[in-house]
């Protein structure tokens, strides 16, 4: 099992190198600490699912399911929040054309920036850039920039459900496995023209059938790590 996880992790790095060589891409590295050898993924042949934040939890009983495609339509911080949860058991995690996702937020979510790597602009080899993204990270996080053909998309799917990799979109995807849509969020804590934003409250919506109530802001998977990210990009 160790030699597994290990290349499990190998495999994530590879995979990786491969996007930033395509797009010459970015990758967020942490300024303390030694991050040579990355933690690694322990991967088995049951695909245990990933964990969602417990709001979410009475939408997704089942967890975020490995080797499936999840459209989250809605808030970045519910975006966010997924992430950071699916990735609390030291999985690797990759955003692909979402430029406009911000890491201040990323972090104070709980998404660990060591294990993040960032596509911001694929262009026309976005289909290439997700392929070899699947075959070794365990989350995929797809945003508006990473729009696909239908067939191409189909065709990631497949590839996602033989490699165990959870793919997670914030546009409509054909033939998704669960579609979450929230609703705008109702704010409290301010008043006219004065105080700050305290909690929020939003509903959000599975298969436009089963419903949930959810209180903001979602709780973090563990301690967040407060450092300064430094972005580096790929030569």
């Known amino acids: 099992m160790v030699a597994v996880a290990v290349d499990r992790a190998l495999r994530a790095r590879a995979a990786l190198a491969d996007a930033e060589a395509r797009t010459g891409a970015r990758r967020v590295l942490l300024v303390a600490g030694d991050h040579h050898t990355p933690p690694s993924t322990l991967v088995t042949d049951e695909r245990p699912p990933l964990p969602v934040p417990p709001p979410l939890a009475p939408l997704m009983p089942e967890g975020l399911r490995r080797g499936a495609v999840t459209?989250?339509?809605?808030?970045?911080?519910?975006?966010?929040?997924?992430?950071?949860?699916?990735?609390?058991?030291?999985?690797w995690a990759a955003v692909v054309g979402h430029p406009d996702l911000g890491l201040l937020a990323a972090a104070r979510a709980g998404v660990p920036l060591d294990r993040l790597g960032l596509v911001p602009t694929p262009g026309d080899r976005t289909a290439q850039v997700l392929g070899a993204l699947a075959d070794g990270m365990g989350v995929v996080l797809v945003g508006p920039r990473a729009a696909l053909p239908e067939a191409d998309a189909r065709r990631i799917t497949a590839r996602v459900r033989d490699r165990g990799t959870a793919v997670i979109t914030t546009v409509a995807w054909p033939g998704a496995h669960v579609v979450l849509a929230a609703s705008p969020t109702r704010w409290s804590g301010v008043g006219t023209g004065t105080g700050r934003v305290r909690s929020g409250q939003t509903t959000v919506v599975r298969d436009r059938r089963t419903t949930a109530l959810v209180d903001l802001p979602l709780p973090t998977p563990g301690p967040v790590e407060h450092c300064q990210p430094r972005l580096r990009r790929a030569g």
């Not at 970045?76 to 999985?91: C, I, K």
């Open 71 to 91: 459209t989250v339509l809605g808030p970045t911080w519910l975006v966010l929040g997924m992430l950071a949860h699916a990735m609390a058991d030291g999985a």
